[in-house]
C-alpha cells in the first residue's frame, strides 16, 4: 500500500498515515521516529487489524503501544466498545495525549495486563520500548516495574469482546491459555516464535482450535495470524 509523505509540523508532531503522533523525545525517536517518517510503522498489524475489525465491534486490544493501531481503528469504524491495555505506563499515557491530539475519544486505555488472576505482576521496560514485556530482556536499559494483572476471564465476561487484537511480545501463549477465547468472533495475533518457540505457536492455535475458532488467511501474514469462527457459526 502506497501511502503520502508524512507531515512535520512545526508545533512538535508527526503525521503519518493521517494520524499526529506528539514528538515527546522519549519514545518518537530512532527507528520508530524513522518508521513514522516513512509511514512504515506498525502497517502490518494496523492493516491487519483495520482488515479485521468492523463497524459494532467490541474490540480488545493488548498491547496497544502508543496507540498508533488504536487510532486507526477508531476513526475507520464505528465501534460499540473500544478497550485497550498495555503494561508500559509510559506509552500508556503517551497514547492517551495523541488520541486527545487527534480528537478520538472513544477508546478507554488501562494500565495493565490480562492474567489468569488478579494481582500484581512483574513487567519489564525497555529501550526502546518495542520490547518491553511481561518477560525479561538481556537488554542494557531493562528496568523492571510492578504493574496491575488484572483476571483474563473477568475482562472477557464483563467486556464481552467480539474481537481480539493481541500484540503482547511472547505472553500470547498465556492470554490464549487463560481467556474464555469461545466468546470471540475474531481474533488478530502476532506471534513471536523467537520468544515463544514452536511448541508455544502450537499451544496458541490448540487454544484457538479448541474454542471453535479457525486459521483466518485473509487477513495473516507472516506471524501476524487471524483467527475467526467459521462461516455459518455464531
Known amino acids: 500500500m502506497k501511502h503520502t509523505l508524512p507531515e512535520i509540523d512545526p508545533n512538535g508532531w508527526i503525521r503519518s498515515r493521517g494520524i499526529k503522533m506528539p514528538k515527546d523525545g522519549l519514545f518518537v525517536k530512532g ?12 502497517t502490518g498489524f494496523t492493516d491487519g ?5 468492523k463497524s459494532g465491534d467490541r474490540v480488545l486490544e493488548l498491547g496497544s503501544g502508543l496507540g498508533f493501531t488504536t487510532a486507526h481503528i477508531a476513526r475507520a469504524y464505528d465501534l460499540e466498545a473500544l478497550r485497550c491495555y498495555d503494561g508500559h505506563p509510559g506509552v500508556i499515557a503517551y497514547a492517551a495525549a495523541m488520541l486527545a491530539t ?7 486505555l488501562m494500565h495493565g495486563v ?33 504493574v496491575p494483572a488484572v483476571n483474563a476471564g473477568q ?16 505472553s500470547e501463549v498465556d492470554v490464549a491459555e487463560a481467556a474464555p477465547l469461545v466468546m470471540l468472533d475474531r ?29 483466518w488467511p485473509e487477513v495473516s501474514v507472516g506471524t501476524l495470524v487471524g483467527f475467526r469462527k467459521p462461516a455459518g457459526r455464531t
Open 31 to 42: 527507528r520508530v521516529r524513522g518508521r513514522l517518517k516513512r509511514e512504515a510503522y506498525e
Open 49 to 53: 487489524a483495520l482488515s479485521a475489525v
Open 102 to 108: 487527534n480528537g478520538i475519544f472513544n477508546a478507554d
Open 114 to 146: 490480562l492474567d489468569k488472576r488478579r494481582g500484581r505482576r512483574a513487567f519489564y521496560c525497555v529501550d526502546p520500548f518495542l520490547r518491553s514485556s511481561l518477560r525479561p530482556s538481556s537488554e542494557r536499559t531493562m528496568q523492571r516495574i510492578t
Open 155 to 170: 475482562v472477557f465476561q464483563h467486556f464481552r469482546p467480539t474481537i481480539l487484537l493481541c500484540d503482547i511480545e511472547g
Open 187 to 215: 481474533a488478530l495475533v502476532r506471534l513471536n516464535p523467537d520468544i515463544i518457540g514452536d511448541s508455544g505457536v502450537a499451544r496458541v492455535f490448540k487454544a484457538f482450535a479448541e474454542a471453535g475458532l479457525v486459521y
